[in-house]
């Protein structure tokens, strides 16, 4: 380790288990890559120019829309690097259900062609929790015995611990491709060399070595040039990952599975392209201008966002104070400009596209409630990219708790989320969307409906949180609980449609799946009872 590396790492070692945080310490994180190939001083030319959504990836950016452990369950996670010649950084975060309060993050490190798992469960003090056995290098190292337990510094304070812990047992999940780690052997003295980085992750006998100085050196200090971040062994991003997910019931012995929605930066010619890269230090540094790398309007400057907002995007009441300290863990995150330099403007524009990605102007789906087969259906109604737009201030009465940014750009009815159409409930501490004038249609599965009008056939009641789940009837096929509703229906079973208003019409950023869960009251001695059915929302995008 060279001395001025040396000396970074004491430093920043130094502020994360002190927690001195030092406003301006830390360099920006997002580089634009030059080069027509990846080398020790070049990380490889930023050729994308945009994104595309894949429903089951591969991708750049990937989004498990739920997760839970209420009532004994848990949640399954699978990342699979499918390229065959380049590691990857992942950084990988977990969101409350509630508003999108980050719990937990950290880096996970694929070898080439590698595959990570990891579960969640609850804690004995009732947080969520990450535990796994896979030898694949995570950053921080997790512990094989006893699991990570979720945070809850970002909740807010005055809750009871139960209600805190709680929030912690559902949310929602990002992971994102910050720097490929090339097994080329062009490193070193003679350029002959793998990278440590390279060396470090690969798995030798099926266990990667994961060697803590090298890592540290990697993940906790700043790589502010392109030279240094590719000496270290990175480059550019390209992708290449992909997700599944399943939440297992193991007392109710029922599993729901699902694919990580993908999102692939992509060149001018829509083949998959090299991103920026975007590894910033695990550590708890404070970020200077974090509007630069983020749209999260909680973390920006004063006076960058808004507590209200027009459809249009015009913002006023401007914010006095930052609502959220941003810290280099909390980034990249799914705004962080990714083939666009780093910039307030940039932040939001990235936000936008990916918000107008997954917007559709109408959710419509199957459910049942049928008694003789204890049918129960839960709808997820999660909207991971509103985060982006508007926050959930603890630190203000609920009149003033919205603070809101401006994404995607200003313009004609341009913003999915604002002033108008959301609102609080106070006593969740809960950013909700309105459906006042939205249809909602409902029918039996023969195409009946009570009245030729088609007038509304479910009870209306604002979606609260980010992850939310909407019951069918009077029990919850998730237990959930921390942005859940009870829907009435007009039918023991059959379909419903969502159509959003026609203020909005790009629709809203929804995705999710029907979960319907029955019994087989006739089951024998030994055979299974209990089935678990996952119907993806129709929609249109």
Same mark, same amino acid.
């Given at each position: 380790m060279n001395k001025n590396r040396c000396h970074h790492l004491v430093l920043h070692t130094a502020m994360l288990l002190g927690g001195v945080f030092l406003a301006g310490s830390n360099h920006a994180a997002v580089l634009q890559g030059t080069g027509t190939a990846p080398s020790k001083t070049q990380l490889g030319a930023t050729d994308a120019v945009g994104y595309k959504m894949s429903e089951s990836g591969p991708g750049h950016a990937l989004i498990v829309p739920y997760y839970t452990v209420q009532n004994g369950q848990a949640t399954v996670l699978h990342l699979v690097n499918a390229d065959a010649n380049n590691g990857k950084a992942v950084k990988l975060r977990f969101r409350g259900a509630g508003n999108g309060d980050n719990l937990l993050s950290l880096y996970v490190l694929l070898a080439p062609?590698? @595959? +990570?798992?990891?579960?969640?469960?609850?804690?004995?003090?009732?947080?969520?929790?990450?535990?796994?056995?896979?030898?694949?290098?995570?950053?921080?190292?997790?512990?094989?015995?006893?699991?990570?337990?979720? #945070?809850?510094?970002r909740l807010k304070a005055t809750w009871t611990a139960p209600v805190q812990v709680n929030a912690t047992r559902e949310g929602y999940v990002e992971a994102i491709v910050a720097a490929d780690i090339p097994s080329a052997a062009v490193y070193g003295a003679a350029s002959n060399a793998r990278s440590a980085l390279h060396t470090t992750i690969k798995?030798?006998?099926?266990?990667?070595?994961?060697?803590?100085? @090298?890592?540290?050196?990697?993940?906790?200090?700043?790589?502010?040039?392109?030279?240094?971040?590719?000496? +270290?062994?990175?480059?550019?991003?390209?992708?290449?990952?992909?997700?599944?997910?399943?939440?297992?019931? @193991?007392?109710?012995?029922?599993?729901?599975? #699902?694919?990580?929605?993908?999102?692939?930066?992509?060149?001018?010619?829509?083949?998959?392209?090299? #991103?920026?890269?975007? @590894?910033?230090?695990?550590? #708890?540094?404070? &970020?200077?201008?974090?509007?630069?790398?983020?749209?999260?309007?909680?973390?920006?400057?004063?006076?960058?966002?808004?507590?209200?907002?027009?459809?249009?995007g015009n913002l006023s009441n401007p914010t006095s104070t930052i609502a959220v300290r941003a810290l280099s863990h909390d980034l990249p995150d799914l705004s962080t400009p990714y083939y666009l330099p780093a910039s307030a403007a940039n932040a939001r524009t990235t936000a936008g596209e990916l918000t107008k990605l997954l917007a559709t102007p109408e959710v419509r789906n199957q459910y049942a409630t049928e008694a003789s087969i204890s049918a129960q259906t839960d709808w997820l109604m999660s909207m991971p990219l509103r985060r982006y737009s508007v926050g959930y201030d603890y630190n203000q009465t609920a009149a003033l708790a919205r603070v809101f940014s401006v994404v995607p750009a200003a313009g004609s009815n341009s913003q999915f989320f604002d002033s108008d159409n959301t609102m609080v409930d106070g006593n969740r501490d809960q950013v909700c969307q309105l459906y006042s004038s939205n249809q909602h249609f409902g029918f039996s599965r023969d195409g009946e409906s009570p009245d030729t009008a088609l007038t509304t056939l479910v009870t209306i009641?604002?979606?609260?949180? &980010?992850?939310?789940?909407?019951?069918?009837?009077?029990?919850?096929?998730?237990?959930a609980n921390v942005a859940q509703r009870q829907t009435a229906v007009a039918y023991v079973n059959g379909w419903a449609s969502f159509r959003y208003s026609s203020q909005r019409p790009s629709g809203l950023p929804v995705l999710g799946a029907a979960f319907i869960k029955v019994t087989n009251p006739s089951a024998s001695a030994g055979v299974a009872a209990n089935y678990g059915i996952t119907w993806p929302h129709g929609s249109e995008r």
């Amino acid at each position: 380790m060279n001395k001025n590396r040396c000396h970074h790492l004491v430093l920043h070692t130094a502020m994360l288990l002190g927690g001195v945080f030092l406003a301006g310490s830390n360099h920006a994180a997002v580089l634009q890559g030059t080069g027509t190939a990846p080398s020790k001083t070049q990380l490889g030319a930023t050729d994308a120019v945009g994104y595309k959504m894949s429903e089951s990836g591969p991708g750049h950016a990937l989004i498990v829309p739920y997760y839970t452990v209420q009532n004994g369950q848990a949640t399954v996670l699978h990342l699979v690097n499918a390229d065959a010649n380049n590691g990857k950084a992942v950084k990988l975060r977990f969101r409350g259900a509630g508003n999108g309060d980050n719990l937990l993050s950290l880096y996970v490190l694929l070898a080439p062609r590698d @595959v +990570w798992t990891a579960t969640l469960t609850m804690a004995a003090d009732g947080r969520a929790q990450l535990s796994t056995a896979d030898p694949s290098c995570t950053y921080p190292k997790l512990n094989s015995v006893s699991g990570q337990p979720f #945070g809850t510094t970002r909740l807010k304070a005055t809750w009871t611990a139960p209600v805190q812990v709680n929030a912690t047992r559902e949310g929602y999940v990002e992971a994102i491709v910050a720097a490929d780690i090339p097994s080329a052997a062009v490193y070193g003295a003679a350029s002959n060399a793998r990278s440590a980085l390279h060396t470090t992750i690969k798995h030798v006998d099926g266990v990667a070595p994961c060697a803590t100085a @090298v890592l540290d050196e990697m993940f906790l200090i700043d790589q502010d040039t392109e030279a240094l971040a590719a000496d +270290w062994g990175f480059a550019t991003p390209t992708g290449n990952i992909s997700g599944s997910w399943y939440v297992l019931d @193991v007392r109710g012995t029922t599993t729901f599975s #699902g694919a990580a929605t993908a999102f692939r930066a992509v060149n001018a010619q829509g083949n998959t392209a090299r #991103g920026n890269y975007v @590894v910033f230090p695990q550590n #708890g540094v404070g &970020v200077a201008q974090p509007e630069r790398f983020t749209a999260d309007p909680l973390m920006a400057s004063a006076g960058v966002a808004g507590r209200i907002k027009d459809a249009d995007g015009n913002l006023s009441n401007p914010t006095s104070t930052i609502a959220v300290r941003a810290l280099s863990h909390d980034l990249p995150d799914l705004s962080t400009p990714y083939y666009l330099p780093a910039s307030a403007a940039n932040a939001r524009t990235t936000a936008g596209e990916l918000t107008k990605l997954l917007a559709t102007p109408e959710v419509r789906n199957q459910y049942a409630t049928e008694a003789s087969i204890s049918a129960q259906t839960d709808w997820l109604m999660s909207m991971p990219l509103r985060r982006y737009s508007v926050g959930y201030d603890y630190n203000q009465t609920a009149a003033l708790a919205r603070v809101f940014s401006v994404v995607p750009a200003a313009g004609s009815n341009s913003q999915f989320f604002d002033s108008d159409n959301t609102m609080v409930d106070g006593n969740r501490d809960q950013v909700c969307q309105l459906y006042s004038s939205n249809q909602h249609f409902g029918f039996s599965r023969d195409g009946e409906s009570p009245d030729t009008a088609l007038t509304t056939l479910v009870t209306i009641v604002p979606v609260c949180g &980010v992850a939310h789940v909407m019951s069918f009837g009077s029990q919850s096929v998730f237990s959930a609980n921390v942005a859940q509703r009870q829907t009435a229906v007009a039918y023991v079973n059959g379909w419903a449609s969502f159509r959003y208003s026609s203020q909005r019409p790009s629709g809203l950023p929804v995705l999710g799946a029907a979960f319907i869960k029955v019994t087989n009251p006739s089951a024998s001695a030994g055979v299974a009872a209990n089935y678990g059915i996952t119907w993806p929302h129709g929609s249109e995008r």
